[in-house]
Nanobody, 122 residues
Framework: QVQLVESGGGLVQAGGSLRLSCAAS????????MGWFRQAPGKEREFVAA??????GTYYADSVKGRFTISRDSAAVYLQMNSLKPEDTAVYYC?????????????????WGQGTQVTVSS
């Protein structure tokens, strides 16, 4: 069992930055890949970024590559978001994968947080 709690969302102007955190508990957290997904109103959930269990392998959606950075430590996973755009507005979710290595398939992720709202104004 893994419990995930996101924080750090909010309202920011275009071009600004936010850092999302996802506090994790559960003894298997450290042996799972972690990911961030987002869902905008009226749209399907989409992959944002993922990181391997050991932290050195990362993978990003093309839409955020070069602007967002995912990282992790023994107790949390983070998403640093720079150069934010209005189209980044969404509820952001962190998720724990069933396996060790990153992927962009939401069905591979076993545990999900409750989400945190990010709103980027133009």
């Amino acid at each position: 069992q893994v419990q995930l709690v996101e924080s750090g969302g909010g309202l920011v102007q275009a071009g600004g930055s936010l850092r999302l955190s996802c506090a994790a508990s559960g003894r298997t957290f450290i042996k799972r890949a972690m990911g961030w997904f987002r869902q905008a109103p009226g749209k399907e959930r989409e992959f944002v970024a993922a990181i391997n269990w050991y932290g050195s392998g990362t993978y990003y959606a093309d839409s955020v590559k070069g602007r967002f950075t995912i990282s992790r430590d023994s107790a949390a996973v983070y998403l640093q978001m720079n150069s934010l755009k209005p189209e980044d507005t969404a509820v952001y979710y962190c998720a724990a994968d069933r396996g060790l290595y990153y992927n962009d398939d939401a069905d591979s992720y076993e545990y999900w947080g409750q989400g945190t709202q990010v709103t980027v104004s133009s």
